[in-house]
């Protein structure tokens, strides 16, 4: 590949040139594809994005990469590290391989795939960001999840769901088990139409049969404090 | 022997299972529940109060009272911040979230802080737009439930709190009861209205001190390296946890003694979890000081701060400012007398409401019902608390006078003795009248 204007070598480039260089960019002209050499697993690469850009990224990555993007559409050609497109606002993160724990954690809003598998506490805390994960999910995941959805095509691990409130999960593999308060529920047309369209968006259509899924939500029953209540 | 004529034993009560002790233990047979309640603690501990300044002597030159320059403002941040910031007085509003505040308190405390040059802090669901409006430094905290947490509001705080923890309870999370779920707070937090809400204990993406050192770096890259980045931890082993924080990269270290204010906690939890600010600060000053960091790194303590002698002596033992919440919320109007009928019938007394979580605050702050909350004038509260941390700045100038110092900063662990062995030992400064410091030279 030939180095473009648009490309950063992390070889020689710093973390804070790449951040810095690509907070400059903003909504008005077109901020272009930027591409993001030798990553080698750096931590915090491409956070804070705040402009419809597109970065690829080709490598594998470590922390927290896209942390708190908002609009830009960010692509590792590799694995992720912990915390993966935490806090998302919107926009899209995609990894092409595995991500590691707390993938998606307290995001907003935007889309997540994961092409792999994700490891324990996927979509913790998540609070409307949609993530599709192509592969299983480890333990805890969408622990206190707030909003949004976690649609996984392969098994959740150990107590998904534990203390859920609104989020939305959809499994097609098998569930090791179901944390405090997180029970199976009935999957409805609306239910198969808000999967369908997830499934669409991570470019899914077609491929993967709605029906094969099971919803978990919140049984809600810890929504207030009562001895009843108390683990 | 006369039965009739002896003499009675008056009735004697368990100074073991007190009045208070027997009505818990009744409270909680009938409801099978813990006690939850705000403030801070109410039993009597090892404070500020078991300490006395010397003040000048022969050997020691006092400056004149009003008229000698004594400085009080402080820079916090120098370490990594591009940005870092300075108030003019060494004494800072603590995080309280807006959700276990009322907008109006929220304002208040804007106001108040901004008219004499000090910070205000932000809390557990986010910052509104009137108290980034009315503040004119802004701490914005970065908690374990990150509600309402978003790159825009981190951009638009003069400074980032990671909060670890809390001195009123060191290791436990949140709560924020139904009744102060409104829709405004219900939308920001992400939640459904009306539930009991709790907050994570652990932050969500990072365990450990490794990880806060790349949580840290990417802070600090979404936001450009600009913004001073606080770490607030509950005083639990304040040696170890400086420590981590300054390794971790922090450019200010919070220190929250178990005497602090909460919202919303288990009593057993305020009154039994973590250790007096008293015996907090002087290991905490130690790891800086171990580190070469005392001073590049600042200190900010709080835990029951509540006049400028407590200042005065917090920075004698070597913080560089501290922070309040129940004092703020006292001068806002909270636990006033004048609203003696209304504690009255809430089942309580003006000085002992401590129902913060319950939302019902005849004060109008800690409430979010909207007929309370607009009891509360944000104007005049906020002239009040400016009154309020003029005279704390004020009272801490006097006594650094007194103790020769130009500037609040010079006061040192020298200018203080203390009145109990046990202050003695846990400030590490002697008994007064003797040279004698409990454990000196063994910490
Ligand atoms: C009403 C109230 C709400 C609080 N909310 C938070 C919060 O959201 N985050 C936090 O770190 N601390 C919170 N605290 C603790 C304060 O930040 C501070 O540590 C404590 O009040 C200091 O002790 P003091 O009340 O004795 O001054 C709260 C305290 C009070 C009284």
């Known amino acids: 590949m030939t180095p473009s204007p648009h490309c950063i070598d992390l070889a020689t480039a710093t973390v804070r040139e790449l951040n810095q260089r690509l907070h400059h960019l903003t909504a008005d002209g077109d901020p272009g594809i930027w591409r993001v050499l030798n990553p080698a697993g750096g931590h915090a690469i491409a956070v804070g994005l705040n402009a419809p850009v597109t970065v690829e990224i080709d490598g594998h990555v470590g922390y927290y990469c896209a942390g708190m993007n908002k609009s830009a559409s960010v692509r590792i050609n590799g694995n992720a590290g912990v915390g993966v497109a935490e806090n998302m606002m919107s926009g899209l993160v995609h990894v092409r391989g595995d991500a590691s724990q707390a993938a998606g954690a307290t995001a907003h809003g935007g889309l997540l795939v994961i092409d792999g598998n994700a490891s324990a506490r996927c979509g913790i805390s998540m609070k409307g960001i949609d993530i599709v994960v192509k592969g299983s999910i480890g333990h805890m995941s969408a622990f206190m999840g707030q909003a949004g959805t976690l649609t996984v095509l392969g098994d959740a691990g150990e107590a998904l769901g534990d203390s859920l409130y609104e989020a939305r999960l959809f499994v097609r593999g098998s569930v090791a088990s179901l944390g405090a308060d997180c029970v199976e529920k009935e999957m409805r047309d609306e239910h198969r139409a808000v999967l369908h369209a997830r499934l669409e968006a991570a470019g899914l259509a077609g491929e993967v049969d709605v029906s094969e899924f099971r919803r978990y939500g919140s049984a809600r029953g810890l929504y207030h404090f009562h001895v009843d209540n108390v683990y | ?443």
């Open chain 2, 1 to 443: 022997m006369d039965h009739t004529n002896i003499p009675r034993t008056v009735p004697r009560k368990s100074a073991t299972f007190d009045d208070y002790t027997l009505s818990e233990i009744r409270r909680a047979a009938a409801t099978g529940l813990y006690d939850i309640r705000g403030a801070g603690t109410k039993r009597k501990l090892p404070h500020l109060d078991d300490l006395l300044f010397l003040g000048a002597s022969i050997s020691r030159y006092p400056l004149e009272g009003y008229r000698e320059k004594c400085g009080t403002n402080v820079v916090l941040g120098g370490r990594f911040a591009k940005k870092p910031i300075e108030i003019r007085i060494p004494i800072t509003i603590a995080g309280m979230s807006f959700g276990s505040l009322s907008a109006q308190a929220k304002e208040a405390l804007g106001r108040g802080a901004s008219a004499v040059g000090t910070s205000t802090t932000t809390g557990d669901g986010g910052m509104t737009a009137e108290e980034r409006g009315h503040s004119s430094t802004l701490v914005y905290q970065y908690l374990p439930s990150r509600y309402g947490m978003n790159p825009d509001d981190l951009r638009k705080a003069d400074a980032i709190e990671v909060v670890i923890g809390q001195g009123a309870k060191p290791g436990g999370g949140g709560m924020l009861l139904g009744q102060k779920i409104s829709p405004r707070v219900a939308a920001m937090r992400t939640l459904p209205q009306g539930i009991d809400q709790r907050s994570a204990c652990r932050h969500p993406d990072w365990t450990g001190p490794d990880d806060l050192e790349i949580k840290i770096q990417e802070l600090r890259e979404i936001t450009d390296w600009e913004k001073p980045i606080y770490v607030k931890v509950g005083a639990a082993r304040p040696y170890y946890d400086t420590a981590l924080a300054v390794k971790a990269g922090a450019d200010v270290v919070v220190l929250d003694g178990m005497q602090g204010g909460t919202a919303a906690t288990q009593e057993v939890f305020i009154e039994h979890v973590g250790i007096p600010l008293l015996a907090a600060i002087r290991p905490a000053v130690q790891a800086l000081q171990d580190l070469g960091m005392h001073r590049k790194v600042q200190l900010i303590v709080s835990g029951g701060i509540r006049n400028g002698a407590d200042v005065a002596k917090c920075l004698a033992l070597g913080a560089d400012a501290v922070s309040i919440g129940t004092a703020a919320l006292v001068a806002l109007g909270d636990n006033d007398p004048a609203l003696a009928a209304d504690y009255a019938a809430l089942g309580t007394v003006p000085g002992a409401y401590d129902d913060w979580q319950d939302g019902r605050d005849p004060a109008g702050i800690t409430t979010q019902d909207p007929a309370l909350a607009t009891r509360l004038d944000p104007e005049k509260a906020g002239r009040r608390l400016a009154n309020y941390l003029s005279v704390l700045a004020l009272e801490a100038q006097t006594i650094a006078r007194a103790c020769g110092k130009s500037h609040v900063h010079n006061l040192e662990p020298e200018d203080l003795v203390s009145l109990t062995i046990e202050a003695a030992a846990m400030a590490r400064v002697p008994l007064a009248g003797t040279d004698w410091i409990p454990g000196a030279g063994r910490y």
